[in-house]
């Protein structure tokens, strides 16, 4: 005859199970949480700081009125983007625009650049422009363009003679508008250093100009033939 077991169940009852307890969050967890929500809040924070700024021109040392504007003249500092005077500041995107521009008062070191004290040069490479009025029909037409070199020949006493040879044109009077009679009639802005401005000014008030269109033409001599 068996002994009854020690351990008995009930009718109908199972083994009872152990329930596991949840698993805690660790403090090494909630710090790490934590710092990757200050991170995306400084970048947040720093992001919108930058957009809140735009960076402007100062002098990086005293600039002398009359000089030309470099790059290596100007830093550039952070300034809040809602600056009541924001709109005549050269930005940082402007100085490209304005590089080689001429100053007109002087600036000291770390002094706010202007757009305003800001002058462009009236042709490139330090040389001078000067308008030289003519006729269409003794202006190649009127075919003449920005861009295009242009030979100046005199017709002062009957005897024609090249004043100036292969200069640049910078702008074109509007051929429609001196056809019709407008004030300045028609006239082509050449560029040119202090002798040929001269020569071109003995040679306006003398007599009679020809410009000719000489673009991708060989060079003659001044006060030659050709």
Known sequence: M??????TREAGTSPSTRRRPGRRLSGSHLFIGLVAVLAFAFNYLALQDREATILVAVASRALPAGSPLQADDVRFVPVPSDFEGMGSLLTQSELV???????DRPVGTDGVIDEGMLSEPGAPSGL??????????????GGIGVGDRVDVISTAGGAAAYVVTDV???SVADRDA?????IGAYHVVVAVDADQALLLAE???????EVVRSTGAPPVDEGGSG
């Open 203 to 209: 040679a306006i008030t003398s007599g009679s100009l």
């Open 168 to 170: 640049s044109v910078l």
């Open 97 to 103: 625009t304005r590089e080689g521009w001429f100053l």
């Open 178 to 182: 001196a056809a019709l009679g407008a």
């Open 2 to 7: 068996g002994f009854p077991s020690a351990i």
């Open 128 to 141: 001078r422009a000067m308008s030289i009025p003519v006729a269409v029909e003794h202006a190649a037409g």
